[in-house]
């Protein structure tokens, strides 16, 4: 055997643990359950909506939470208007809306804000049983506050997060196909990793919490990926996160290459970052308590995004096919099947529309997006600031 063979078949085990870990977890998805509803006891709730100059789209956003199917006296809505130099605040009370201002020019960034909110601000959500937090630029369902009331009813749990999904896929090929990426990622994921271990992540969006809980912790994460960083916290905690896929909120996903590129380069970057931060006392835990769900934890933050996972199998494929015979080529191919089953998956338990269906074809495009975006982010520095996504001009 050859260096160079050697080297190759080490790259095909190494890229088969994503594989049988995508397989584990869409085939553990079509098991997942909703946990079955205990008396919905209408709990208090706190909408907490961080804002960071969001004018345009905070009164909208204000407008679909008062129209969720829930009693008006039964919740509140509360806005951190976080460095804000556009009207935010105003446009925010003028909806009906409690505004918190905050003006920080060194501690920036949602993390911060949110920390500070439940820190310094708590009576202004002290008589609550639960607060929610979702983005200044979402639509939530109708029935969106009644099914997180009815999962934080149900005994022990703290924690719930809804399915966040994209309210825009017609609007291009690009929030189609994101579309299709969070019906795998934000829905069969969750379910799967949540059948496979009782706990799944936050998704910085459409997360609910436990009042008490928070009045503990604050917001203790301020990376990029504050929401993951607060996952695995939890999970240190032994505190599950549950996931409820009739709880939905829906995000407009920006249509153009520049704006797409800025919000996916700061989510991937910070989400390697804390891959390289939390693999040792995930391991260490496991190694501790033998607990399954340590390994899954891992296993899901170390999991490369779709795009860039789609790369690495192009590479090892075309590497073994040269190289390589017999079962290693059988392996490889074993790849493409489940990662077929796996897209498919995602789309059939979130009943995709057919245009998010036909928009897959456009995927070789959106990987080749993907290339300078990956090659920019090893070299440019890295940024914890609160950057707003440039929204579609309406």
Not at 65 to 93: G, K, M, Q
Request: net charge positive; hydrophobic share 45%.
């Amino acid at each position: 055997m050859t260096a160079i063979e050697l080297i190759i078949k080490s790259l095909v085990i190494l890229l088969s643990l994503p594989a049988a870990y995508l397989l584990s977890v869409t085939l553990a998805a079509y098991l997942f359950r909703k946990e079955k509803s205990a008396e919905n006891r209408f709990l208090k709730i706190g909408v907490l909506i961080p804002a960071h100059n969001e004018e345009e789209g905070i009164r909208r956003t204000i407008r679909s939470v008062l129209a969720c199917d829930y009693p008006s006296d039964r919740f509140e809505i509360h806005v951190i208007a976080d460095n804000c130099n556009d009207r935010t605040a105003e446009a925010a009370r003028s909806e009906g809306a409690t505004v918190a201002e905050r003006t920080d020019t060194v501690r920036r960034g949602k993390g911060q804000a949110l920390d500070w909110f439940l820190k310094e601000c708590r009576a202004r959500y002290s008589d609550t049983d639960l607060i929610t937090i979702i983005d200044a630029d979402v639509t939530p369902d109708r029935n969106y506050l009644r099914e997180i009331s009815g999962s934080l009813s149900q005994p022990g749990s703290l924690v719930v997060q809804a399915y966040n999904g994209v309210s825009n896929p017609e609007a291009g090929w690009r929030p189609g196909l994101i579309d299709a990426a969070f019906n795998v990622f934000n829905h069969l994921r969750m379910a799967g990793s949540c059948r496979l271990s009782g706990t799944c992540v936050l998704k910085g969006n459409g997360m609910a919490f436990s009042t008490s809980l928070l009045e503990r912790t604050g917001w203790p994460c301020h990376s990029i990926v504050e929401d993951m960083e607060f996952s695995l916290r939890l999970l240190q905690e032994d505190i599950s996160v549950h996931y409820n896929p009739d709880a939905v909120i829906r995000s407009e996903m920006v249509t153009t290459g520049k704006n797409a590129s800025s919000q996916r380069s700061r989510w991937e970057g910070g989400r390697f970052s804390l891959v390289r931060n939390m693999a040792g006392p995930l391991l260490k835990l496991f190694a501790k308590t033998g607990r399954i769900r340590y390994l899954v934890a891992l296993a899901e933050l170390a999991t490369p995004p779709l795009s860039m996972l789609v790369m690495l199998f192009v590479l090892g494929t075309a590497a073994s096919i040269l190289l390589l015979k017999g079962p290693w080529l059988l392996t490889v191919i074993s790849w493409w099947i489940i990662l077929v089953l796996y897209v498919i998956s995602g789309q059939i338990q979130r009943k995709a529309p057919l245009s998010t269906w036909m928009v897959l074809a456009a995927a070789p495009l959106y990987i080749l997006w993907k290339i300078p975006l990956y090659a920019a982010m090893l070299i440019r520095k890295k940024s914890t600031a609160w950057v707003r996504t440039t929204r579609e001009e309406r």
